[in-house]
């Protein structure tokens, strides 16, 4: 079996994100690893040729990195204590800069959020999840949503 001492831990900022941080600090604890906690914009790109200037697309852009940034620091911050942990900002696909991201710093295995989308959601706005699972070369926890209590 292999050694666990890099775990990326993908979040999307959202009230489900805590959960995905508490099951990567309880393996980083446990196994005594680093964590990557790493949040991907979206780019936008698709927009550009929709007589939506390129100029104002990079400026939204580059304010949703900069909010992302504050909030990413306070997320790692609240959530990640007592925990070796690196935080980044990405932009682009999220499945793809998991991946890369995954690839590039060499993590041993990946944690992240499911959003449990079904019906034409999912067919619609598809799986980030899904596709990190089906083309991961290392092993990946997946954590579905609570349902709220009744």
Do not use: W
Not at 102 to 128: C, P, Q, W, Y
Request: charged share 25%; proline share 4%; with cysteine.
């Amino acid at each position: 079996m292999r050694e666990i001492k890099k775990i990326l831990c993908a979040v999307d900022l959202s009230e489900h994100s805590k959960a995905v941080a508490e099951y990567a600090v309880l393996l980083a604890k446990k196994l005594d690893a680093g964590v990557l906690v790493v949040y991907t914009a979206p780019s936008l790109s698709q927009y550009v040729g929709f007589h939506v200037p390129p100029n104002t697309i990079e400026n939204f852009v580059g304010e949703i990195v900069t909010g992302a940034e504050k909030s990413m620091e306070n997320f790692v911050a609240e959530n990640f204590s007592g925990v070796k942990t690196a935080s980044q900002v990405r932009i682009g696909y999220a499945a793809e800069e998991i991946l890369n991201r995954a690839h590039e710093e060499n993590v041993d295995i990946i944690v992240m959020g499911t959003h449990g989308r079904k019906g034409i959601d999912r067919i619609l706005f598809g799986s980030v999840a899904e596709k990190v699972v089906k083309n991961a070369d290392m092993p990946v926890l997946t954590i579905r949503p609570q349902a709220p209590a009744a």
